[in-house]
């Protein structure tokens, strides 16, 4: 009986990952797949035009000079990420309806080498997201920011359907060629953080605007390793806050009323020596 769970167990973990592969993964360049085509199979034209979707949209981000910094494999696989494939198999059949129709299109222009027609674009975010409202799949690239050079930057995308948008924020660990979604704002896991918020700054609330992230000092063995997190500033309160891994945050300063800053550890200290 064992046997047979880990056994049906380990089918449907290969299963699952064998699900989050696509056929055409290793070719890294738009071109290079897109005039691979002409042999292109039915049965393959899914992970194809997937592919190709997320390619041209990575190259379009690495254009810009201020992106230079993210390597091509890193800005892929955030691409990839954001915008997870969609099986036919798993679409309504309003959607498999429009994307069969689309499919038709794009054979036109594939077989044409057509590649830059916007119309063809069009479609291409059609077929991979047939209701428009699965991907954000606007990213700007003027919005990208280096927080931190070569290590934290922030992207905000789009969805253009329902004209909402979502801001992320990537630590890129260069050696690796890999990165890490995190969030800058503290979970509610943090109850000490909180508490040491409510204490200092009753019902404060964090800004929708991207905030500044800075080293600590290099020279202090132990602040070296902290990142330090200013929000944007509303008005005339503000805080600072730190942390070592994105995850475990610490207060350290605060400002009311435009006065100027308070470091809470020097209060706590002074509270400590008396």
Sequence with gaps: MMNKILLFAFAFIFSFGSAQKNKFEDVMNSKKLAYAFKDLKDKDKEDFYQQYFWLIKSEELKKYPHIEGIRPQVLYNFIREINPQAPTKELSEEDKKIREDTEHSLNQYF??????NPVMIYNLESYVDPSGRKYFTE?????????LP????????????ENKQKTYYL???????D???IELIPSEKNKKFYEALKLNMGDYKFPNFVPTVEPGDRKDEDDRNFYYITPFQVGNDNIMYRTKNFEDYELVKVKKEGAAWVDLRKSEKSKKNK
């Design 111 to 116: 077989s044409k080498r057509d590649f830059e």
């Design 171 to 177: 630590y890129i660990d260069q050696k690796k060629n």
């Design 139 to 147: 990213v700007n690239p003027e919005r990208v920011a280096e927080l």
């Design 150 to 161: 070569k290590k934290l930057y922030t992207f905000t995308s789009r969805n253009k359907k």
């Design 179 to 181: 990165y890490e979604m």
